[in-house]
């Protein structure tokens, strides 16, 4: 037995003869430890063997009884094994490279382990109860983890020497009472390796073998490429480094091979090097040198978990940061980012790490914001229903910062981040403002009208009553005018106010504002008399109807509905090169074809019983026929059990007679023709 073994035990032993009740208190102590760390004694040894710069990982069963835990790192020291000895003492310091610093997690074993043999280097030595009972016969209750033993598990050496010559240096026998790490092992996870620095194998050798592994390689200049493998799964992430500045903190992304995706429910949480039980609103894992209750399974809120959380939001700002400045979003950062968010009941709860972290987040994304625009800008959301032209034109006209459905498309999810922020749309009032000067098209100045006439159910100012009569914002027949510079009797134009009406809970809510904004009855669409429209056939309207060609082996079925079985017999005709579905998007069509020439259609899908019956067109439907014109085509479907036949007519509004009904506004054809496909259903 070494020098320092003989050494540490006559120290303790003296301790424990001249303070009995203090040795008493270890014991209980030790066993409180042991309670706390329930379930996590296989995380504290892999953490150990981390911090001593191990590569591989190695628990093994003997029998029933025995386990044996082996790590390929430095070995220990003369001073390690007296930290191990003591209580709340460690080598490891808090803002040192190691994870641990308390010098207690080891003591978790004493929840499973009766005896614990340790062989590294010139260390060799056994803990026991049963042998400090005879050193100390008086003592009722000792610690196990305290006075060490000379060495007797000499049975073990064949095992221990083998181990020894693949190039383990320190080695546990463990003699258990129970199945507690035979139970950790089955729920340990390849991604609680994540945030190691060394490990890079771990082998589990119970009841099957098991292993996992950790692939660590430079990505780019921002990310690491964990990839964390096991027998059955595998997982990539992309992790910050540890830095000068970032010190121990890092985030992780979850990474599919070409974008960062969502981590599910169990993945999201904080880890303090190891995986807690605190979750976190946004699907991204965070590390740091977060405080921890005794079971390092709860963080708790003190100044260094306040510091480590400052640095993981410095990191995420930092990224949306360059995000913002070069205009680009590759991995789809922000998409993860934007599910930020503060529990709402954290006045009544208290905050955890996740609102402290969050908290953090936004006033540094804020700053960042009005670093990049300009503090002297605005910066306000596209509205819903504004066109991107439209937006555009009245953000210069307003000399704001705008940033809608073009910044969307180049890094996604940044409005619902910028509104998480507190950033709104362009309010009403100053829509209107921009409007005085400038033409929109219909279907901004729909979207503004239909704001303006629900804010004004409960009543409206002489203010807003005036910027609403100088803006350029109704379409009448003979154009658009604003209602302070109308003369006569126009009448309003019947698509646009059908659009309007059609946002609107009732027509009831049209007619009232009109009156407030001095709009005559007998001006309204509504109220002219229903003439039928001018049939145009398909010979007079230079529409050419060619049949398409289809490809072999297409597949309809019966089961589908009849818009799935539109876009299916659309999927495999020549020419086509994506089909994709919007029917539950309120779009004015429902499928949005792609060419291989790179123009697209759009399709609205109409069900009847047989070719030939009427079928209704809503207003926004036309409205969105009149702006796509023979790109927009009527698919009219007839579906029976055993074939689907289509009519497709090439825009509509110019090839057919339709004739106006006033309910919501509605349009309505009983006569049509147009290329018909039939397709057999399987």
Not at 320 to 336: C, M
Request: proline share 2%; hydrophobic share 40%; net charge negative.
């Amino acid at each position: 037995m070494s020098y320092i073994i003989d050494t540490i035990q006559n120290l303790f032993l003296k301790e424990a003869l001249s303070s009995p009740l203090l040795f008493k208190d270890l014991a209980s102590m030790e066993k409180y430890i042991s309670e706390s760390y329930t379930g996590r004694s296989l995380i504290e040894l892999l953490q150990n063997a981390d911090d001593a710069g191990a590569k591989r990982f190695l628990i093994k069963a003997l029998s029933i009884s025995t386990y044996m835990v082996a790590n390929d790192g430095r070995e220990f020291s003369d001073n390690d094994i007296l930290a191990l000895c003591r209580s709340g003492s460690s080598t490891k310091q808090r803002k040192g490279n190691t994870i641990g610093f308390r010098g207690i997690g080891f003591k978790s074993v004493v929840n499973y382990a009766e005896t614990v043999h340790l062989v590294s280097g010139d260390i060799k030595t056994t803990f026991s109860r049963n042998l400090t009972k005879k050193v100390i016969p008086e003592a009722n209750e000792v610690p196990m983890i305290r006075i060490p033993h000379r060495f007797s598990g000499e049975s073990y050496y064949p095992i221990i020497n083998d181990l020894q010559s693949q190039g383990y240096k320190t080695v546990f026998i463990f003699e258990v009472k129970n199945h507690s790490l035979s139970e950790e092992v089955k729920c340990f996870n390849s991604d609680s390796m994540i945030f190691l620095q060394s490990i890079v194998t771990v082998e589990f050798h119970i009841d099957n073998k098991k292993s996992y592994s950790i692939n660590r390689e430079q990505l780019n200049n921002t990310f690491l490429l964990v990839q964390a493998e096991s027998d059955s799964d595998s997982s990539a992430w992309l992790v910050t480094p540890f830095t000068k500045d970032t010190g121990k903190s890092a985030v992780a992304f979850k990474y599919d091979g070409n974008r960062i995706i969502a981590a599910n429910n169990k993945e999201a949480v904080v880890h303090s090097f190891m995986p807690t039980l605190n979750s976190l609103s946004m699907p991204i894992k965070i590390n740091g040198d977060f405080s921890t209750d005794p079971s390092r399974t709860k963080v708790v809120l003190d100044e260094d978990t306040n510091s480590a959380t400052k640095q993981c939001a410095n990191i995420l700002s930092h990224l949306v940061e360059s995000i913002l400045v070069d205009g680009t979003d590759d991995f789809g950062i922000v998409n993860v980012i934007k599910k930020a968010q503060i529990d709402p009941l954290f006045q009544i709860k208290g905050k955890d790490i996740n609102d402290v972290l969050v908290e953090q987040l936004f006033k540094n994304l804020k700053a960042v914001v009005c670093d990049i625009y300009g503090s002297e800008k605005e910066v306000f959301l596209q509205p819903i229903g504004m066109t991107d032209a439209d937006f555009d034109k009245i953000s210069v006209a307003l000399a704001i910062k705008g940033a809608g459905k073009k910044d969307e498309k180049k890094i996604q999810g940044l409005t619902d981040l910028l509104s998480s922020l507190g950033y709104k749309e362009i309010p009403l009032e100053q829509c209107l403002d921009a409007m005085k000067i400038i033409e929109c098209s219909a279907k901004t100045r729909e979207c503004v009208l239909v704001k303006a006439i629900n804010q004004s159910r409960f009543g409206m100012s002489e203010r807003m009553a005036q910027k609403i009569a100088e803006a350029k914002l109704i379409s009448f027949n003979s154009g658009v005018v604003s209602s302070a510079d109308l003369e006569g009797n126009e009448v309003v134009n019947a698509a646009f106010e059908g659009a309007v009406i059609e946002s609107l809970a009732t027509p009831a809510d049209y007619t009232a504002f009109t009156k407030i904004i001095g709009l005559k009855t007998e001006q309204l669409a509504m109220n002219q008399p229903i003439e039928n429209g001018v049939v145009h056939s398909l010979a007079s309207s230079n529409v050419e109807t060619q049949r398409e060609t289809f490809s072999k082996n297409r597949v309809i079925n019966k089961w589908r509905s009849v818009e799935m079985n539109v876009a299916a017999v659309l999927e495999q005709m020549d020419g086509v090169s994506s089909v994709i579905d919007v029917s539950t998007q309120n779009m004015g069509y429902d499928i949005e074809v792609g060419l291989v020439d790179g123009r697209k259609r759009y399709y609205e899908v109409k069900s009847v019983s047989c070719l030939g019956d009427v079928f209704s067109f809503s207003n926004n439907e036309y409205t969105t026929a009149m702006q796509y014109k023979k790109s927009y085509y009527l698919a009219i479907a007839c579906q029976t059990d055993s074939q689907i036949t289509i009519c497709f007519i090439s825009d509509p509004i110019n090839t057919l007679a339709m004739t106006k009904r006033v309910t919501r506004w509605e349009w309505i054809c009983n006569e049509y023709s147009g290329e018909v496909v039939t397709a057999d259903m399987e």
